[in-house]
């Protein structure tokens, strides 16, 4: 009889947590009016404008050529070795398969490029975030026309950046397996130190204890390290005779045996389906892995909205699109800090309707603070438009804790200023003390507000300004950079503030090098971003990283707990 009783109360239980839950998913959110940004393009505008536009489209040019040059991967004659010798299929057509559309926010593309051990294109693997029955999803995808799949710094280091999204966002992860291991020659940047090779390991623990679901997809070579992604994932999958995992292939064995080995009975997917148990689902072919994938993503615990209501919102949010085109963002992407245009002209083409309720209007001009919705999330907005003054610091700081406060995601606009004043008179030394003081208080409120920020470098990343503006050592959650942006400890062309006086000589040849290292490819070739992207875009791509972010609330259980040992 207790039982009985204990039954139904348990069940009562479940039936008001899911009307609860019910219930807040038909909550609408507050209806907002907030004032139209008026921002149309002016005549005294024009000449600015037009110079602007044609940086971008100079930029633009060169996005799409290295974008081209990433795609064809390692080369002709290694995606051929690849398709028709391997019998593989490319990264994009596995994704392809894997993914519900082709819709998805790739990471880092440029990762890679141009580095001083040579051309590394994506640094080896596609990194993104796409939608698997549904969800979305963090993939770790290996190219291994790259190089064979061989794991060089940068690869590692994509890798562990895509962990970290992956954790910070509560985002499931797909791993496409098909790697040789580590680049031997550079083992002392790759092995050794904590943020290196076995991080990925450990963040895989640490996502299972999460409850972050990982899935492992054997598709190639899974050699030496690369052996233990597959064991440590909650579940396995391996495609028969082109997926193989040990820690050294036939020939070690024959070197150390003599014994000569074929690598299907070595570590092939029948030997691990059957004997060792290292895999949970065995697959014929490629296609047939990636449907056992969707099938394992979609018995993960997420309760996602009824299409009924999601269609709703995609109405609702079509008809608040910005009142100008997204096309004129190539003409306020600023050629240089002199070519800056009112920020607010950026802001009117990014949100809903053009709308944006603006906080501190008259106080601290040189940052402009306020609210607004972007595909119908509401955010806060950070932008610099002009220097960061002492009142604009305290303003921030203030805007950044109000919207800590009621839990509203921060969007940062940054362009700061390209180098700091300096310091010719007491007074101008006062002044920068009580700057110095401010500036410190924005950038605590920065570090410990614990709602989402995501970050976009519209023009200059300089200085201490950029960490107050939340720059990558900021830990924010996304960081873009538009193609013309520059990310150095001083602007090009201002290296004469951090030298002596009389050191022409060295006040160019450190500009030169500011030019070149400040590069927005320079900076994303060496994943200090998350990747570069069109102005155009902006809107599309924070519309993306805001609903990726909200996802996590639609996690049944998220508990942390002590995790069972999925393979004894």
Known sequence: MFRCMLRLAEHRGQCSVRCMSSAAR??????????VLEQPLQPIHQHVYEANLRNSIAFRNKYIELIEKVR????ENAIARHTQRNRKLMVRERLRLL???????????????DLPYGDIPSAGCLTGIGRISGLWCMFIANDATVKGGTAYPITVKKQLRAQEIAIQNRLPCVYLVDSG????????????????????????AIMSAMKIAQVSVVCGSCTAGGAYIPTMAEEAVMVHRIGTIFLGG???????????????????????????GCVDHFAWEEKEAYDYTRNIVSTLNFQLPEEEE???????????????????????????????????????????????????????????????????????????????????????????????QRDIPLLFLQNTAPTTALTLSITQAEMNTNHLKAQGSMMSAVACASVPKITVVIGGCHGADSFAMCGRAFDPNFLFLWPNARVSITAPGHAGSLLPPDSEQEEDKLNRRLKEES????????????????????????????DIIKQQQYQMSTEKMQPPLLRI
């Open 181 to 204: 291991g580590a680049f031997l020659p550079l083992q002392s940047e790759i092995f050794p130190d904590k943020n290196q090779g076995g991080r990925t390991f450990y963040n895989e």
């Open 519 to 546: 590069s927005a490819f320079f900076s994303s070739s060496r994943l200090w971003d998350d990747g570069v992207i069109l102005p155009q875009d902006t809107r599309k791509v924070v519309r993306d990283c805001l």
């Open 99 to 113: 993914l519900d559309d082709e819709d998805f926010l790739e990471l880092s593309a440029f990762a890679g490029l």
């Open 26 to 35: 038909r909550r609408r959110a507050l209806r907002s009016a907030f004032p």
């Open 250 to 276: 036939p020939p070690l064995v024959k070197a150390a045996t003599g014994e000569e080995v074929t690598a299907e009975d070595l570590g092939g997917a029948r030997l691990h389906a059957e004997v060792s």
């Open 310 to 404: 999601e269609d709703e919102e995609r109405k609702r949010k079509a008809e608040e699109e910005p009142l100008y085109s997204s096309e004129e963002l190539l003409g306020l992407a600023p050629k240089s800090y002199n070519y800056s245009l009112d920020v607010k002209m950026v802001i009117s083409r990014l949100t809903d309707g053009s709308r944006f309720q603006e906080f501190k209007a008259l106080y601290g001009t040189t940052l402009i603070t306020g609210f607004a919705k972007i595909h119908g999330h509401l955010v806060g907005i950070v932008a610099n438009d002009g220097e960061l003054s002492y009142p604009a610091t305290l303003k921030g700081s203030h805007f950044v804790q109000l919207c800590d």
């Open 72 to 75: 064809k991967g390692g080369g």
